[in-house]
């Protein structure tokens, strides 16, 4: 089967592909994947060391604000399109699957002209503008969430949950708290600044457990140096890092997330049975990070902390509360894993290929 890939921008889009182009090699090695993407978008950077080949397209999103934004918007579609339309005809896919981020709706779009079966993968509860109008005409939808708005049609919409890159479960271990007590925070791949802040300002009043707490931190470029200097100057042990390649092995070792609530964080912390606390971007289109967390919320899977009481130390309460009660800890952690689809790119993997072998 020959599959491409289309979309990104951002890890929340980049990393359930990765999942889907793994599994589709690992169910049948003989299979080849495309990615599409933007030179612009994280894809450019990451795709390269996978071994996976991409290429390039001209896209951009609509939705900014600013004229001259609109004006390029509008000259890259077409163009775009024509270059999609070139690199479906040479490399010949039997499906083309729109992930998200600029580049997927030119590429299905192409797809569609091209009269190539096409789906479209939806990582959140509300679907992002060009998934809403690529639902209309494409093969098949997968959507990550019971409560995905708008309500697309039954017949080819499949509930298979957000895919999970397969390396985050290899160096997944039973951790033992009586070693003490280690904290992973991230703010997405790009970081956080308010999370960021939120985490350090308020940290000495949780100094007096430093000897017992290791943390690591991902910050994104902005602050990694004022984050660094805060845990150095309050001695906390502390890993501070711009990015972080092995998520894996980081989720393994720590007894307690502290992120974002973007759609793969969500669905990584549930796949692994991770005790959360979220702080959802407050200005996510349609906040549809508050929707995604509170649906976990509502069953104890996570704490959320609002993004505006960041300033007032509620992250560091909430932190504080949780290593005194380990046994909340232990019910977040089982009520994430029921959730969990740890299967979910597999269950994308084999609809397309069902679909194909009814084709043949």
């Known amino acids: 089967m020959k599959l491409i890939l289309a979309g990104g921008g951002t890890g929340g889009h980049l990393f359930p592909a990765l999942a889907i182009a793994e599994t589709l090699i690992s ?3 003989s299979s080849q994947v ?5 030179k612009r978008g994280i894809e450019a950077r990451l795709i390269p060391s996978t071994g996976f080949p991409i290429k390039f397209v001209s896209a951009r999103g609509l939705m900014r604000t600013g004229i001259l934004n609109s004006i390029k918007a509008g000259v890259e579609i077409p163009v775009g399109i024509m270059q999609s339309i070139k ?10 699957l729109g992930v998200g981020g600029y580049a997927s709706a030119p590429t299905v779009a192409a797809a569609l002209v091209l009269n190539v079966e096409t789906g479209i993968q939806e990582q959140n ?8 109008m690529l639902a209309k005409f494409v093969n098949k939808i997968f959507i990550s969430w019971e409560n995905t708005s708008p309500i697309t049609p039954k017949s080819k919409t499949f509930l298979v949950g957000n895919p999970v890159r397969s390396t985050l479960f290899r160096t997944q271990t039973q951790r033992n ?6 904290i992973l925070v991230f703010g997405g791949s790009r970081g956080a600044d308010s999370l960021n802040l939120g985490m350090i300002e308020h940290l000495s009043e949780i100094k007096a457990l430093a ?32 990015f972080i390649d092995d998520m894996g092995a980081y989720y393994s070792w720590a007894d307690l997330v502290v992120c974002r609530a973007g759609a793969s964080s969500l669905a990584e912390i549930t796949a692994l049975g991770k005790p959360a606390i979220v702080v959802p971007f407050p200005f996510a289109a349609e906040d549809h990070q508050t929707k995604n967390a ?7 899977a996570l704490k959320i902390i609002r993004d505006k009481d960041l300033k007032n130390g509620s992250l560091i309460l909430e932190i504080n509360r949780l290593i005194a009660n380990p046994g909340e800890l232990d019910s977040m952690a089982q009520n994430a894993r029921k959730i969990g689809r740890p299967d979910a790119a597999r269950a994308i993997i084999q609809e397309i290929l069902k679909s194909q072998r009814l084709a043949a």
């Open 294 to 300: 509170s649906w976990l919320a509502e069953r104890n």
């Open 34 to 38: 495309l990615f599409v993407g933007t």
């Open 211 to 242: 000897p017992r707490i290791k943390i690591a931190h991902q910050t994104g470029s902005d602050l990694y140096n004022k984050v660094k200097k805060a845990y150095e100057d309050l001695g906390f042990n502390a890993e501070v890092t711009k």
């Open 125 to 132: 509860s509300i679907m992002g503008a060009a998934n809403r």
């Open 27 to 29: 169910e049948d090695p």
């Open 177 to 182: 708290r009586n070693d003490g007590f280690n």
């Open 87 to 96: 690199i479906i005809r040479s490399f010949q896919p039997d499906f083309v």
